[in-house]
Nanobody, 124 residues
């Protein structure tokens, strides 16, 4: 059974940085597209970033483009989300997810497995 575990969340001031990590067990992340989503209180879960299985392509929501970077560490079977210049509106629970297909990565329906999420809180 595939399990995804996020880490790295916390409380940070606006303008600060955090790096989230997603580790997998049961199936390697290395050969599957992986994405990050977030859900703020009272809002629907939304796409944040995604990376193709071969790390050749990455995708970002407009709201985080230029501030967030998704990357793979294949040696550690981990996918990271580097978040810089954080804003209060980035406050949310962040989820990583693994897809079994290589398209539609901006949509939840593309993903088969999800982590439990890690809380990111950005204070103003």
């Amino acid at each position: 059974q595939v399990q995804l575990v996020e880490s790295g969340g916390g409380l940070v001031q606006a303008g600060g940085s955090l790096r989230l990590s997603c580790a997998a067990s049961g199936r390697s992340l290395n050969n599957f597209p992986t994405g990050w989503f977030r859900q703020a209180p009272g809002k629907e879960r939304e796409f944040v970033a995604g990376v193709s299985w071969d790390d050749d392509n990455s995708y970002y929501a407009d709201s985080v483009k230029g501030r967030f970077t998704i990357s793979r560490d294949n040696a550690k079977n981990t996918v990271h989300l580097q978040m810089n210049s954080l804003k209060p509106e980035d406050t949310a629970v962040y989820f990583c997810a693994q897809s079994g297909r290589g398209y539609g990565l901006k949509f939840e329906s593309a993903y088969d497995y999800w982590g439990q999420g890690t809380q990111v809180t950005v204070s103003s």
